[in-house]
Nanobody, 121 residues
Framework: QVQLVESGGGLVQPGGSLRLSCVAS????????MGWYRQAPGKQRELVAT???????NYEDSVKGRFTISRDNAKNTVHLQMSSLKPEDTADYYC???????????????WGQGTQVTVSS
């Protein structure tokens, strides 16, 4: 079974930093896009950052300049370095991957289980 395994969430004070990691395991033949989404309590899930296998990177406006996404295509991993964290960043963060489990399969979207990030004094 394919699986996205996340780590790195936790409690941090405003202005602090956290680094989230996600490893895509299983029989992926190709992963086109990996990224991070987040969902705060009572709010809709929103895109945080994505990275394609071609190197294109996209950030949500509120995290630009503070968050950095990085990807290792060979290892099927993606990281999110979060700096200058704000209470508004508090949310469940979900790893996302768009890929194929075989060359004949269509692109599918896969999600991690979510990791909680809490920014509070």
């Amino acid at each position: 079974q394919v699986q996205l395994v996340e780590s790195g969430g936790g409690l941090v004070q405003p202005g602090g930093s956290l680094r989230l990691s996600c490893v895509a395991s299983g029989r992926f033949s190709r992963i086109y896009t990996m990224g991070w989404y987040r969902q705060a309590p009572g709010k809709q899930r929103e895109l945080v950052a994505t990275a394609t296998n071609d190197g294109s990177i996209n950030y949500e406006d509120s995290v630009k300049g503070r968050f950095t996404i990085s990807r290792d295509n060979a290892k099927n991993t993606v990281h999110l370095q979060m700096s200058s964290l704000k209470p508004e960043d508090t949310a469940d963060y979900y790893c996302n991957a768009e890929g194929q489990i075989s060359t004949w399969d269509i692109k599918r979207t896969y999600w991690g289980q979510g990791t909680q990030v809490t920014v509070s004094s």
